[in-house]
């Protein structure tokens, strides 16, 4: 037997773990199911190289390529999603629960006192139109806390993303952000205690869990995501024949759309547990409003733990990731800081630094990478301004829900109508919007869905900012609504006006934040998914930013200008992100190492035209995909090859 041969039948000899082996848990590796030995064997040169994984060494029959005319001719679906990607969205529903159940009440809680006539825990006399609180430091003092807990939560997300993709890996990280979150809901629960807050010591208590839950939940948010994308493994295009007899392309792109939309419903459905909070807050106090998150947060460890040997976990790999900031330095230091030079980056090619006598360790895929990444980087750039339109700024939506009639019921209430209208609405855009577009061949593009976002966004802006005009005229005090105090103190203008603002803010989310997750984890190299993401999460900190700026101004009679002028600003915007990014749609989702794949092939030709004299010389021939190979692909391959 020659070497070549040898090679081969050891391979499919192996027992593979079955860690390698594919979605659709079949052996990559072993003879195709039904076939006798008398049938052809998959070979080594036979294998179809996986985007990513070594998990998803495919097959050839079960994962066959599309031609260049079947890509363009067929119809594209989404693959099937994990199981475990589910329940990884789960354990981000109960931690958005618990973060925006606590998150919508704290505006009252800081902004009124304990209601006169009230229960002592923060509830107002049933029947009344008064608001609930606790600590009555007024609009200001709400506002500007707001903006910083929400400015804490999305920076924080970049210490958390470096330590998971440099240190401990995603899932160590999930777990420490865990516990710190769970810390300060029963710090919460404990401060919000009906004698704690009569006795006038709640604001320590509280500061303490303010801090603690920002931090907590920094550190989970931008690993989450990432994690749940990492379970669909097969990140490459193929085709197969449905029930029906059609012919289809399996799509990647598609099939991280429709994850990415299934996770944000569930972050909405997470969210949308704050109407418990905000009638525990009413009829009962704060207590109560937030012991119930606090109870739901108790799923995260449990669901963490039950599906802890089900996970992909991805290791950390800071090697790669100091090549980037190397890639970087160099660019610019090449380009002598001329950011805006053309062929920015062909000067940090290796192949280039070659012809000049330098030798660099990385390669010219990775700086294709870099570019890619510091592009959407730049398009998370635009989403400040249209954040501060998605729900106003700070706590101008509740507060403008306190001068309007609202017949008992939260003053922020209506803020539960927008994770109400995304989860309507995920499923509508997953299974029957996107789907018939791609029927009609009607190609709905990363950039075109963020634009439509935006405008949705400036129009829910404007009809804000309508409804504090009207406000203002019919209020008891004019223009000087919010601490009105003749009469009932409030406009005769139900709070339901304020659902046109807050459906359509909703409604640009699904175009806009889903889009923006699926830009994070694309368009980023493998070691850096977390970081990438959390610099995604980095617009809303810079949103919040943006909102401390405006603060002094947050009062009667400016209210109108609070909500117009982001409004105006956010359209101007819009027309210009548009012509600037439009090239965008017509790019690859995700990069594959073409180079690499053309050496491999080359490199198994030889491999099985010539014999070994050691099967040990076997290549080591795992491609990369930029959005997600690892260091554990190379030790996967050593294990086939060995």
Same mark, same amino acid.
């Given at each position: ?86 329940? *990884? ?22 902004? %009124? ?37 929400? %400015? ?15 240190? /401990? ?50 550190? %989970?948010?931008?690993? =989450? ?32 759309? !429709?994850?990415? /939309? ?33 109870? =739901?947060? *108790? ?14 976990? $991805?290791? +950390? ?7 980037? %900031? ?7 230091? !090449? ?29 010219? $895929? ?46 922020? *209430? ?52 309508? =409804? ?56 980023? +190299?493998?070691?850096? $998914? ?80 010539? +014999? ?31």
């Amino acid at each position: 037997m020659s070497g070549g041969e040898h090679v081969v039948t050891e391979i499919l000899a192996t027992n593979i773990p079955s860690e390698v082996l594919d979605p659709h848990k079949r052996n990559s590796f072993a003879i195709a199911e039904g076939k006798g030995t008398e049938e052809k064997r998959l070979s080594i040169v036979d294998l179809e190289p996986v985007a990513e994984r070594p998990h998803e060494t495919a097959d050839i029959e079960l994962y066959p390529p599309p031609t260049d005319e079947e890509r363009t001719t067929l119809r594209k679906v989404a693959d099937s999603i994990p199981a475990v990607s589910y329940t *990884l969205c789960i354990v981000e529903f109960a931690e958005r629960a618990s973060y925006y159940g606590v998150q919508t009440i704290f505006s009252n809680f800081m902004q %009124f006192s304990l209601p006169k006539g009230g229960n002592g825990a923060g509830a107002p006399p049933p029947g009344t139109e008064e608001t609930a609180g606790a600590l009555g430091k007024g609009l200001q003092f709400a506002s500007a806390l707001g903006l910083l807990f929400t %400015f804490l939560a999305y920076v924080v997300p970049i210490f958390g993303g470096w330590l998971a993709d440099t240190r /401990l890996g995603r899932f160590k990280t999930i777990m420490i952000g865990t516990l710190i979150a769970g810390f300060a809901h029963v710090i919460m629960i404990l401060g919000a205690l009906p004698s704690v807050l009569q006795a006038g010591h709640g604001i320590a208590p509280f500061m303490v869990s303010f801090f603690l839950l920002a931090f907590g939940a920094g550190v %989970f948010k931008p690993n =989450v995501c990432p994690t749940v994308i990492d379970q669909y493994v097969h990140q490459r295009e193929y085709t197969k024949v449905l029930k029906s007899g059609e012919k289809v392309l399996v799509d990647p792109e598609t099939t991280i759309q !429709r994850i990415m /939309l299934w996770f944000y419903g569930f972050i909405n459905i997470g969210a949308f547990f704050a109407i418990a909070t905000t009638y525990g807050e009413k009829r009962i106090g704060y207590w109560l409003a937030f012991l119930c998150p606090g109870i =739901v947060y *108790l799923l995260l460890p449990i669901l963490l733990l039950a599906v802890y040997k089900k996970i992909i976990k $991805k290791p +950390p790999n800071g090697s790669e990731l100091n090549d980037v %900031f190397r890639i970087i330095f160099t660019a610019v230091k !090449r380009n002598k800081g001329n950011f805006w030079a053309k062929n920015f980056w062909d000067k940090a090619m290796p192949s280039s630094l070659a012809a000049e006598g330098v030798e660099v360790h990385y390669n010219d $895929k990775l700086v294709n990478d870099v570019k890619r990444t510091l592009s959407a980087c730049a398009v998370f750039l635009y989403f400040p301004i249209y954040n501060i339109n998605d729900g106003g700024i700070a706590s101008v939506l509740t507060s403008q829900g306190s001068t309007m009639t609202t017949k008992g019921a939260p003053n922020d *209430l209506l803020t539960n109508f927008n994770p109400l209208t995304i989860i309507v609405s995920i499923p509508i855009l997953s299974h029957i919007v996107y789907p018939t577009l791609r029927h009609y061949n009607i190609r709905f593009g990363r950039i075109k869905r963020i634009t439509f976002g935006f405008c949705l966004a400036a129009i829910s802006g404007m009809c804000a900012a309508i =409804v504090q005009w009207r406000v203002y005229k019919t209020s008891p005090c004019g223009y000087y609504a919010t601490d009105c105090d003749v009469g009932t103190g409030v406009s005769p203008l139900t709070i339901w006006w304020q659902l046109p603002n807050v459906m359509l803010g909703a409604l640009s989310e699904c175009f806009c934040n889903v889009t923006s997750y699926e830009l994070a984890y694309a368009r980023s +190299p493998p070691s850096m $998914k977390a970081f990438v993401m959390a610099l995604c999460l980095f617009s809303t900190a810079l949103s919040s930013a943006l909102g401390e700026i405006v603060t002094p101004a947050i009062s009667d009679p400016h209210l109108i200008w609070v909500w117009a002028g982001p409004a105006i600003a956010l359209a101007v915007q819009t027309v210009i992100f548009w012509f600037r990014w439009k090239h965008m749609d017509e790019d690859e989702f995700l990069t594959y190492a073409e180079e690499a794949e053309v050496e491999r092939r080359a490199s198994i030709s030889s491999v099985s035209k010539a +014999p070994l004299s050691d099967e040990k010389k076997a290549p080591e021939t795992v491609p990369e995909l930029s959005s997600g190979s690892e260091n554990g692909e190379k030790e996967a391959s050593r294990e086939i090859k060995e």
